[in-house]
C-alpha cells in the first residue's frame, strides 16, 4: 500500500483498485465492493475490449453498438452450434458390423437409437449456448452463482415452449392438423420438462432453502441419464403394448445379409415368387430417412445467414422465410367451404398417398380415415384417374360413395387389377377423395365435414410378366491352356426370375494380357433366348501356347439387352453391363503364383482416394454465398437478403471453416473443436449481454429472460417450423421442445451446480465466501450468523418466483396442447381461428411471464438503479 501511493498518481491507484474490485468473488479482497461491469474499472471475462476508456462513451452508444454486437454474437453462436449439430449427426449416424455367432454372419447395428440421440447429443447441440454459458460462468465466478446463466435457462424454456409451438401452430396450412405419432415418448418428456422446474422450486425454497447440496446437484445432473433411460423404454414400447415404429432403410453401410432380410419382409408380405428386380422395385418406393432435428436445425441456420441449403428446406428468401407472420401461402386440400372459419367436424383422408401391388393381385385394398368426430354417419366420394396406368387395360375404374357409420373411423375400398402376359414397366393411377358429407343434421343446421391431409393416392402397380435377369454364372472362370491343338469352351449365360418372351443380349471380347488371335479366338455377335429358354452359351477358342509362369486373361462383356430383359447388378461391372474374367493358366499352374497374381489385381482395383478434401469445401461454402449452390439447378438464386446476411456474418463463417471436418474420427473432432469454439462464443455473449443490461439499468435477471434467451432460441424457432410444415406429424417440432427443457436443467443446471456443490463441500475454509454469506438474510439452513458450513448458495428470489411462474404456464400450455388433440385432432394446425386463439394465448402466456418476472425482480431490487456512468 505505501510502495502504491509513492509510486502512482490518485487516478492510477483508484483505477487498480476498481480493477480489484472487478474481479471475481474468489479473487476479489475480502468484503470489497465491485463495480459494475459497464462503470470504470468493472469488465467481464473478456469485455470491454476498450477498457475504461470505452466505459466513458455515451450511454446511447453503447446501449446500441452493445446490442448490435449481442444479436452478431447471436448469429456467431447459431452458425458454430450448427456447425457442432453437423459433427454430432456424423458421431450419432454411427454404425456397428458385430458378428452373430448363431447366424455365423455380420450384422449391421446403428450405434444410436434415435430417441437417445435427439435428447442427449441433439439436444447439447441445440442449447449448447445456455448450457455452457451456465458452466462458464460458475467456472468464471469463482464457483459462486451470478449473471446469466439459471435465468437464460428458464427464459429460453418459457420462450421455447409457449413461442417456438405457437409459430408451429400457425404455420401449417388453414384446414390442416398435425398430430404427435409417438406419444409415449412425448408424454415422458412433456412430464419431465415440468417436473425439472419444479424440482429447481422444491430444492431451492423446500428441502434446503436458498442452497444446493452435494446431493440435489448430483442427483439434478442423475435425472439427465434417467430421462434417456426412461425415453428409450418408451420408444422400445416397455410403458404400452406398442412401441414405436422402425422403419427400414437402405444405407451404405448395409451388408449382402441385411439386404437379405429386407427382401424376406417382402417376399412374405407380396409373396414368394418375387424376383430381385422386383423386390428393388417395392424398395425404392419405401419412405427415405426422416429429416433428423440437426438437419432441421442446420438448414434453418443455414437459411437465415445465406449459407448452403440443405435439400430439406424450402428454398426460398429471408422475407418469405417470415412469411408466416403474414399469413402462409400454401394451398390447402379443402373444399370451397373449408374456407371459411368455421372448421369442419370431421375430415377424411387416404391413409397413405403412395401404394404399391402385383399385377396378378388381382385387386389392391386401401384404407380411408375419418379424423375429428366420428359421432355421426358420414360419407366421401372417391373416383379412379388415370396415369401412366390406364383404366380397363391396367385397371378397372371405379367410382362410389364411402359410408362411415356412427362412431366408425375406417373404410376400405377395393379396385380391380388387370393382369396380362406382355412385359411392362410400372405404372400408376390415381384414387381422388371429394365431396365429404356428415349424415346429420344439429339442430336443423348442416354439419360440415371436409377433407384432410392426403386427399389422392397413387397406387403402383408392379409387372410380374418379368423378361428376367441375364447375368454369367461367375465374375471369373479359369481355364487350362491346351498343349497341342486349340480347344473350344462355352460360356453358360443364365437367365433367372422370369422367361417371359423372347430377349437377347450382345457380347463382345476385350483383349488384356491375353491377346486376341494368339492366345484365343472369339467373335462379338448377339445372343438369343426364346420364350422359356433359360441358358444360352458363347463359344471361344483357347489356343495351343505353352504356358509355363505365366497366366493370361481376356474378357467377354454382355451389355444392351432387349425384350424388357435386364443385367445382374450385382455382379462385376454393374447393371449397364457385366464383365467374366477367363484367366488362362499352364495345365500344370502353380497355384501360389495364380494368387499372388490375383492379390495384385485385387490392390489395384481397390485403390482407394486417399481421404476426402474436405477442407477446401468448407472454406468454398464460407465465402461464396448460399455455399456456393448458385449453380445448382433446384436452387432459387441468391435474394439480395441472401446477400447482406451473408457478408455479414462472413468472418464468422471464415473463423468456423477451421473446425475439422466431419469426416475426421467419425465426427469427434469436429464435435470437440466446435464445443470449445461455442464455449468461447458464449463468453463474449455473456459479457456482451451483461454489459448491454448494465447500460439499459437492466439487472442481469431481466437481460437474461428476454434477450439472451430469444438470440439463442431463434435459431430453433426456425428449424421447428421447418418442421412443422414438412413432417407429416408434430413429433420433430412439439416433442424437441419439450425434450430440450427437461435436458436443460438435468444438464445445463445439473451439471455446474453438482459442480459448485461439491468445491464448496471440499474447500477448506475460505474467507471471501464467509464475508459473503456469515451473515447474509435467508441461510438460515447452513447454521447460525456467524458460524454457517460452507455451501453452494442459490438464492431461491427472483429465481424461484420465475421458475414457479413458469411452471404454471408450462402445465396450462401441455394441457392446452391435449384438449387440441382432444377437440381438433391434432396438437398444430386447425381452423384460421382455432390456430390463432391458440398462438395468441401462447404469446399472452409468455408475456405474462416475462412482466411477472421482471416485475418481481424489480420490486427486489426496490426499483431499477442506474450504474455511475463516467462523463
Given amino acids: 500500500?505505501?510502495?502504491?501511493?509513492?509510486?502512482?498518481?490518485?487516478?492510477?491507484?483508484?483505477?487498480?483498485?476498481?480493477?480489484?474490485?472487478?474481479?471475481?468473488?474468489?479473487?476479489?479482497?475480502?468484503?470489497?465492493?465491485?463495480?459494475?461491469?459497464?462503470?470504470?474499472?468493472?469488465?467481464?471475462?473478456?469485455?470491454?475490449?476498450?477498457?475504461?476508456?470505452?466505459?466513458?462513451?455515451?450511454?446511447?452508444?453503447?446501449?446500441?453498438?452493445?446490442?448490435?454486437?449481442?444479436?452478431?454474437?447471436?448469429?456467431?453462436?447459431?452458425?458454430?452450434?450448427?456447425?457442432?449439430?453437423?459433427?454430432?449427426?456424423?458421431?450419432?449416424?454411427?454404425?456397428?458390423?458385430?458378428?452373430?455367432?448363431?447366424?455365423?454372419?455380420?450384422?449391421?447395428?446403428?450405434?444410436?437409437?434415435?430417441?437417445?440421440?435427439?435428447?442427449?447429443?441433439?439436444?447439447?447441440?441445440?442449447?449448447?449456448?445456455?448450457?455452457?454459458?451456465?458452466?462458464?460462468?460458475?467456472?468464471?465466478?469463482?464457483?459462486?452463482?451470478?449473471?446469466?446463466?439459471?435465468?437464460?435457462?428458464?427464459?429460453?424454456?418459457?420462450?421455447?415452449?409457449?413461442?417456438?409451438?405457437?409459430?408451429?401452430?400457425?404455420?401449417?396450412?388453414?384446414?390442416?392438423?398435425?398430430?404427435?405419432?409417438?406419444?409415449?415418448?412425448?408424454?415422458?418428456?412433456?412430464?419431465?420438462?415440468?417436473?425439472?422446474?419444479?424440482?429447481?422450486?422444491?430444492?431451492?425454497?423446500?428441502?434446503?432453502?436458498?442452497?444446493?447440496?452435494?446431493?440435489?446437484?448430483?442427483?439434478?445432473?442423475?435425472?439427465?441419464?434417467?430421462?434417456?433411460?426412461?425415453?428409450?423404454?418408451?420408444?422400445?414400447?416397455?410403458?404400452?403394448?406398442?412401441?414405436?415404429?422402425?422403419?427400414?432403410?437402405?444405407h451404405a453401410d448395409m451388408s449382402p445379409e441385411e439386404f437379405l432380410e429386407m427382401e424376406a419382409e417382402i417376399r412374405k408380405k407380396h409373396g414368394e415368387h418375387l424376383t430381385a428386380e422386383q423386390v428393388l422395385k417395392v424398395l425404392e418406393a419405401m419412405a427415405v430417412k426422416p429429416t433428423s432435428r440437426a438437419g432441421y436445425r442446420i438448414g434453418a441456420t443455414r437459411a437465415m445467414f445465406g449459407g448452403k441449403r440443405m435439400k430439406t428446406m424450402a428454398r426460398s428468401s429471408l422475407a418469405r422465410k417470415f412469411s408466416f407472420i403474414r399469413g402462409s401461402k400454401v394451398v390447402p386440400f379443402v373444399s370451397e367451404a373449408e374456407t371459411q372459419d368455421e372448421a369442419p367436424l370431421c375430415w377424411f383422408s387416404w391413409s397413405g398417398s403412395k401404394h404399391a401391388v402385383f399385377e396378378n393381385a388381382g385387386k389392391v385394398r386401401l384404407q380411408v380415415n375419418r379424423g375429428g368426430n366420428c359421432t355421426w354417419p358420414a360419407r366421401v366420394w372417391y373416383q379412379t384417374r388415370d396415369g401412366t396406368a390406364k383404366a380397363d387395360e391396367d385397371y378397372i375404374a371405379a367410382s362410389g360413395w364411402v359410408y362411415f357409420a356412427e362412431n366408425e373411423c375406417q373404410a376400405f375400398i377395393e379396385v380391380e387389377i388387370v393382369d396380362d402376359n406382355a412385359y411392362e414397366d410400372n405404372e400408376d393411377f390415381f384414387l381422388t377423395l371429394s365431396k365429404p358429407e356428415i349424415l346429420a343434421m344439429d339442430g336443423g343446421k348442416q354439419i360440415r365435414a371436409g377433407l384432410g391431409e392426403i386427399v389422392e393416392a397413387a397406387v403402383?402397380?408392379?409387372?410380374?410378366?418379368?423378361?428376367?435377369?441375364?447375368?454369367?454364372?461367375?465374375?471369373?472362370?479359369?481355364?487350362?491352356?491346351?498343349?497341342?491343338?486349340?480347344?473350344?469352351?462355352?460360356?453358360n449365360v443364365r437367365r433367372m426370375g422370369g422367361g417371359s418372351g423372347e430377349v437377347s443380349v450382345m457380347y463382345t471380347f476385350e483383349t488384356d494380357s491375353a491377346v486376341k488371335e494368339r492366345d484365343f479366338d472369339g467373335k462379338d455377335g448377339k445372343l438369343v433366348f426364346g420364350h422359356g429358354q433359360m441358358e444360352a452359351f458363347i463359344t471361344a477358342t483357347i489356343k495351343a501356347v505353352p504356358r509355363y509362369d505365366a497366366v493370361d486373361k481376356f474378357r467377354i462383356v454382355i451389355s444392351g439387352p432387349q425384350g424388357g430383359a435386364k443385367l445382374n447388378d450385382q455382379r462385376d461391372g454393374g447393371a449397364d453391363k457385366n464383365i467374366l474374367t477367363v484367366m488362362i493358366e499352364a495345365e500344370q499352374g502353380s497355384k501360389d503364383r495364380v494368387d499372388k497374381f490375383k492379390s495384385s489385381m485385387q490392390t489395384t482395383w481397390s485403390k482407394s482416394q486417399v481421404g476426402h478434401a474436405n477442407w477446401a469445401s468448407q472454406f468454398k461454402a464460407a465465402i461464396s454465398v448460399n455455399g456456393g449452390d448458385e449453380d445448382d439447378e433446384d436452387c432459387d438464386p441468391a435474394t439480395k437478403a441472401d446477400y447482406i446476411a451473408h457478408y455479414v456474418t462472413m468472418p464468422w463463417k471464415l473463423l468456423f471453416a477451421f473446425v475439422p471436418p466431419t469426416d475426421y474420427c467419425s465426427g469427434w473432432v469436429c464435435f470437440i473443436s466446435a464445443l470449445i469454439m461455442i464455449g468461447f462464443v458464449t463468453m463474449i455473449i455473456g459479457d456482451m449481454a451483461s454489459l448491454l443490461g448494465c447500460v439499459m439499468c437492466w439487472p442481469d435477471e431481466i437481460t437474461s429472460i428476454t434477450f439472451v434467451a430469444l438470440g439463442t432460441s431463434l435459431p430453433d424457432t426456425f428449424a421447428s417450423k421447418t418442421a412443422a410444415e414438412q413432417d407429416a406429424h408434430a413429433d420433430a417440432s412439439v416433442g424437441n421442445v419439450t425434450g430440450s427443457n427437461c435436458v436443460n436443467v438435468f444438464l445445463g443446471l445439473g451439471l455446474p451446480w453438482m459442480i459448485a456443490a461439491l468445491h464448496w463441500s471440499f474447500v477448506g475454509k475460505d474467507a471471501a465466501w464467509d464475508a459473503k454469506y456469515q451473515q447474509a438474510e435467508g441461510l438460515d439452513w447452513l447454521g447460525p450468523k456467524g458460524s454457517r458450513k460452507q455451501g453452494f448458495v442459490v438464492m431461491a428470489g427472483s429465481l424461484g418466483f420465475s421458475v414457479t411462474v413458469f411452471s404454471i404456464c408450462a402445465v396450462v400450455t401441455v394441457v392446452m396442447l391435449a384438449l387440441r388433440r382432444k377437440f381438433l385432432g391434432g396438437e398444430l394446425g386447425g381452423s384460421a381461428a382455432s390456430r390463432w386463439a391458440s398462438a395468441g394465448f401462447l404469446i399472452f402466456l409468455w408475456l405474462l411471464y416475462i412482466g411477472l418476472s421482471s416485475g418481481q425482480t424489480i420490486a427486489e431490487m426496490g426499483g431499477l438503479t442506474c450504474p455511475n456512468f463516467a462523463s
Wanted: charged share 20%; glycine share 8%; with cysteine.
Fill in 1 to 250: 500500500s505505501l510502495w502504491l501511493k509513492s509510486q502512482c498518481s490518485f487516478a492510477t491507484r483508484q483505477r487498480l483498485v476498481w480493477r480489484a474490485e472487478a474481479r471475481p468473488p474468489l479473487l476479489r479482497p475480502v468484503g470489497m465492493p465491485g463495480p459494475k461491469v459497464c462503470e470504470l474499472g468493472g469488465g467481464g471475462l473478456v469485455l470491454p475490449l476498450g477498457g475504461d476508456w470505452e466505459q466513458k462513451w455515451p450511454q446511447g452508444v453503447r446501449i446500441v453498438l452493445y446490442m448490435l454486437g449481442l444479436f452478431y454474437c447471436f448469429a456467431g453462436v447459431a452458425i458454430i452450434a450448427d456447425v457442432f449439430m453437423a459433427g454430432i449427426e456424423k458421431v450419432t449416424s454411427k454404425k456397428l458390423r458385430l458378428w452373430d455367432k448363431e447366424k455365423k454372419r455380420f450384422y449391421t447395428f446403428e450405434l444410436w437409437n434415435a430417441t437417445v440421440a435427439n435428447l442427449s447429443l441433439m439436444a447439447l447441440g441445440s442449447s449448447a449456448p445456455e448450457i455452457l454459458l451456465n458452466v462458464i460462468d460458475i467456472f468464471a465466478k469463482g464457483f459462486y452463482l451470478e449473471g446469466l446463466g439459471p435465468g437464460t435457462i428458464v427464459g429460453s424454456a418459457s420462450f421455447n415452449l409457449e413461442i417456438i409451438i405457437a409459430v408451429c401452430i400457425i404455420s401449417i396450412p388453414v384446414g390442416q392438423i398435425r398430430y404427435i405419432k409417438d406419444m409415449n415418448v412425448y408424454i415422458i418428456t412433456a412430464v419431465c420438462s415440468i417436473f425439472a422446474y419444479l424440482w429447481m422450486i422444491v430444492i431451492l425454497s423446500v428441502i434446503s432453502p436458498n442452497v444446493v447440496e452435494v446431493w440435489e446437484g448430483i442427483l439434478t445432473f442423475v435425472f439427465f441419464p434417467m430421462l434417456l433411460v426412461a425415453a428409450w423404454a418408451a420408444d422400445k414400447g416397455y410403458f404400452s403394448s406398442s412401441a414405436s415404429e422402425e422403419k427400414s432403410h437402405l
Fill in 460 to 491: 403402383t402397380i408392379v409387372d410380374d410378366d418379368d423378361a428376367g435377369m441375364l447375368c454369367f454364372e461367375s465374375d471369373h472362370m479359369t481355364v487350362n491352356s491346351p498343349l497341342t491343338q486349340d480347344s473350344e469352351i462355352r460360356i
